[in-house]
Structure formats: C-alpha cells, structure tokens
C-alpha cells in the first residue's frame, strides 16, 4: 500500500480520491432517489419503477433473514449500506479507476470498510440499547463468565467485515490490474466478469451479517 | 495495509449523509407508498372477498326461490292434474247417468209404443173381426133376420140404459 494522497482538505481532514469517489456515488444515488420519488405515482413507471423493485427486493431478502417487522425498520441502513457498497465495489471497474486522481473505489481501502464497519457497530448497540434499554446489556452477561469472550465478539465483528469486503474487492482489484499489465486484451474480461459477481456477494454479505447483527441486539430475551 | 484516519471518518460521515439523504428521498417514500398500496390491496381484497361472499348469498337466495318457484309450479300442476281428473270422473259417470237415463227412457217409450201398438192392433183386429163377421152375416142372414138383430141389439142397449 502505497502512501494515501490527499487530493485537498476540508475541515482539517484529507480528502482522498475514494472520498471524492464517494461523493459521486452519493450524489448520482440521491438525485437517482430524487427522480424515482418527484412525483410519486400510484401505478409506477420508469425509474420509480426500477427502484421499487430494488427495494422491494431487498425488502424480501432481508424479511426472509430477520423477518419482515424487523426488515422494515432496518431497510433504510441496511439498503442504504447494501447500494453504498455495490456501487463503491463497481466504481473500481470503471477503467482508470486507481490511477486516474479522484476516482478509486471506495471499498478497496480498508479505511473505508472500516469506516462502515464502525457505524454497523454502533448501530447494532444504539439498536439494541434502543429496544431493550439498559437491559440490553445483560446480554454479554449470558452466562456471566462469557462476558470477556461477548465483549472480544463484538469488537471481532467490525475487524472481520471490514477485512473481509477490503480484502476481497482490494484483491480483484490487484488481480485485474496485473492481468492488465501482463495481458491488456481479453484475458482481464472473464476476471472483470466475475468481480460483478464478487462485488455484488461482498455487498450482500457485508448487509446480510449487519442485519444478522442488528436482529441478535433487537430480538426478544429468552 | 494501514488505516488512514481521515478516510476512515469521511467513510463515517459520508455514510451517514447518504442515510439521511436516501432515508429522506428513497426508503421513507417508497416504504410509505408500498404500505400504502399493499394496505389498498388488502382492503380491495377484503372487499373483494365481501362483495363475493355478497354474491354468493345473493345466487344462494336466487336458488332457494328458482326451487321454491320450481315446486310451487309442480303443486299448481299436480292440483291441476287432480282437479281434471276430478274433472274427467265427474263427467264420465254423469255421461254414464245420462245415458243410463236415455236408454231407461228409450225403453219407456218403446214400452208405451208397443202397448200403443198392441191395443190399436187390437182395435183393428176387433173392427176387422166384425167387419169380417158382418160380411159373413151379410150373405146368409135375410133382411128379416139383420133387422131382428139389430132390434135385439138395440133392446139389450135399451135395457143396460
């Protein structure tokens, strides 16, 4: 890993290109939003349509983890996390990506996933301080003397998804990019193929485990 | 493989935003109107199933008065039927009574013709008998003796008177 560039900073913190990269998701994201819910149709057409099915989809695909009740209450996060990181694991497809100054993608550093991972951690607890109060807490005391082993799980948890989005979508992106440089034509193709593949998995694994998380600290005492 | 802090927190930051920014312009719009239209669906479907369970009544009712209708047309035939035959009895053994009736009378009559007959053949046989005997007396009696009777005769009347 070579030293982190900042391209500018703002409020005293460096702005990277996968910063500047997440911007441009964000920003196609929200105005995508703006247009599908300008005006609301009962029948849906176009892209109103298009995003519907996204996040009906996702809505089933998560009611079918934690159920429905718990879905519809977490669906913003976890849809809101799941395209984040899609769109940030695709942006490393689009060619220059790495090289060209303010374009990399965001999940191929592990300051990002990180940065993720940190805000499922919190969300899980404020989830679960949210539902059950302070007695939430007594759930690291089940049994008591598995508190250290509770506490280590759960600061384990951001450690392994935000190691394991970085690695893989760091790791495709090495793979392409020294396939590129030994072979540039058609050899890549297959490998880029299949990272639409990985990204999408890496992006449904990374939400999955997190809606796994916020169920175990939302769902009822036994 | 390091951390870079401030990526680490634009990360933070930047995701949140887009929460904020999603939750406001996707999630809370397209959640609302899936309710909304789910909950449209139901209630179609409810009423639905009501206007269905509405009908069924309705062709249940139908039914039971097409049936009701059905055996009330065969009571009013059957009563039809038993009144014709009442009917057919009726005139049948008053045809019987009549012609019994004509026949007794047709003999009557006969009866009266042939006594009627009897006593005019009678008469005639007595007129005949006379005459007969007249024309026998005619021959062999003289004009002495015709006038002898004939005064006999009409002594005897004389004297009944």
Do not use: C
């Amino acid at each position: 890993m070579h030293e982190t560039h900042y391209l500018f900073h703002i409020f005293g913190l460096g702005v990277t290109s996968t910063v500047t990269t997440m911007w441009a998701i964000m920003l196609v994201l929200t105005i995508l939003s703006i247009l599908a819910t300008r005006n609301m149709e009962k029948i849906p057409k176009g892209i109103q349509n298009a995003l519907e099915m996204v996040v009906e989809m996702l809505l089933n695909f998560f009611s079918g983890i934690i159920g429905y009740e718990k879905a519809r209450m977490f669906l913003p996060f976890l849809g809101t996390m799941f395209l984040f990181i899609l769109i940030s694991n695709y942006s490393g497809l689009i060619p220059g990506a790495g090289h060209v100054p303010g374009l990399a993608a965001p999940t191929s550093t592990w300051s990002v996933t990180a940065g993720l991972a940190i805000t499922v951690f919190f969300a899980t607890h404020i989830f679960g301080v949210k539902a059950h109060g302070i007695g939430y807490l007594k759930k690291f005391l089940q049994p008591v003397f598995m508190l250290p082993l509770n506490i280590i799980e759960h600061f384990v948890r951001p450690l392994s998804l935000s190691l394991r989005l970085y690695g893989n979508i760091f790791g495709e992106e090495m793979v392409i990019a020294t396939l590129l440089g030994l072979i540039p034509y058609f050899v890549p193709l297959p490998v880029m193929l299949l990272s639409v593949l990985f990204g999408l998995i890496q992006a449904i694994v990374f939400t999955l485990l997190s809606s796994i998380y916020f169920y175990e600290a939302t769902e009822e005492h036994h | 493989m390091h951390i870079d802090l401030n990526e680490l927190i634009w990360a933070i930051i930047n995701f949140l935003v887009l929460l904020a920014l999603l939750y406001k312009f996707l999630w809370n719009p397209i959640l609302n109107t899936l309710d909304k239209r789910s909950e449209e669906i139901k209630s179609n479907l409810s009423s639905a199933e009501a206007l269905k369970k509405q009908a069924e009544e309705m062709l249940e009712e139908y039914k039971k008065k097409i049936a009701d209708a059905k055996s009330e047309a065969q009571a009013i035939i059957n009563q039809a039927n038993k009144a014709a035959e009442e009917n057919r009895n009726k005139i049948i053994s008053q045809a019987h009574e009549e012609a019994a009736r004509i026949i007794e009378k047709a003999r009557e009559e006969i009866r009266r013709e042939k006594e009627q007959a009897l006593k005019e053949v009678r008469d005639e046989i007595a007129t005949l008998a006379v005459m007969a005997a007249g024309k026998v007396l005619e021959k062999s009696i003289t004009k002495e003796d015709h006038e002898k009777l004939v005064r006999e005769f009409l002594a005897e009347v004389g004297e009944i008177q």
